[in-house]
């Protein structure tokens, strides 16, 4: 039988997601935000040490979005997947922006600690407590720290005005994985559509504000030459107004636009098709 959801159907799910995702307690949310943000450390640590291996960053770039798969099957909280669903519910009236914000905030703080204690196990295991440099992936993820933060710097505010481009970029993406995921009512099905968007972002290396709340501290950990400033002011926070700019804009708010009907519950009687 085919598994295959109609994209005003799914429109019709993320509404109804994002509405249960606005009454989940705080505990639920800051758990399951943690959970994400340590899922997508792992496999951003994945891609970098198969790149490493092979010369090739397109391979980690195949295998990143296992880590996103795990997400959406487990029903974790990822910041930028909330960017495009949790407006949804408030465009149809179904919550307001105070609890989109609120959701935000709790994910946002969620993901950053699940990225932060990742990196601190993960800068153990791979430096033994600080006694090595750690390799090939250590000389990786300290120059990946620098390209994401005072290299954009060095141009100014062209460097300010790409990194946030790239953020959408990104974003538009990334939160179409999470729409995609809905396209399907079996697991092999979600995973298949959802794969493909996060690849197609990975590969072009835009900027993601989960997976850099992992890949800068560590990179700094390990000696990039990047200041708790430059993480923020040159990344994380132009990087996370782009993320949110791609989700509602590119993402959330075309869907709304092009496929929300009025429900048929709630259609005039007379209207209703015969």
Request: hydrophobic share 55%; aromatic share 10%.
């Amino acid at each position: 039988m085919a598994d295959y959801v109609k994209p005003s159907v799914i429109l019709d799910n993320m509404i109804e997601a994002a509405a249960l995702k606005a009454e989940l307690p705080t505990k639920d949310l800051l758990i399951r935000a943690m959970l994400a943000g340590a899922y997508l450390a792992f496999v951003t640590t994945l891609a970098f040490l198969v790149a490493a291996q092979t010369g090739q960053f397109v391979v980690g770039a195949v295998l990143f979005p296992a880590g996103f798969v795990l997400i959406i099957l487990l029903g974790m909280e990822l910041l930028t997947g909330n960017f495009g669903i949790m407006p949804l519910a408030a465009f149809a009236g179904r919550i307001g922006a105070r609890a989109v914000c609120r959701n935000w905030i709790l994910v946002f703080i969620g993901n950053l600690l699940g990225s932060l204690v990742y990196a601190a196990m993960f800068w153990i295991a791979l430096t033994d407590c600080g006694h090595v440099a750690g390799g090939p992936l250590g000389d990786k993820l300290r120059a990946l720290a620098v390209t994401k933060t005072t290299a954009y710097e060095a141009f100014g505010l062209a460097g300010m005005v790409t990194v946030f481009v790239k953020a959408i970029l990104c974003n538009w993406m990334v939160s179409l994985g999470s729409v995609v995921g809905l396209a399907s009512t079996s697991t092999i099905g979600k995973i298949a559509a959802s794969w493909l968007p996060i690849m197609i972002f990975v590969a072009q290396g835009y900027e993601h504000s989960v997976v850099n709340m992992f890949a800068i501290p560590t990179g700094m950990m390990l000696g990039a030459p990047v200041s708790f400033t430059d993480w923020w002011l040159w990344n994380e926070i132009p990087v996370t107004l782009g993320n949110l700019v791609g989700g509602i804009v590119f993402t959330g708010g075309a869907l709304y636009a092009t496929y929300r009907t009025t429900p048929i519950s709630n259609q005039d009687p007379a209207s209703r098709p015969v």
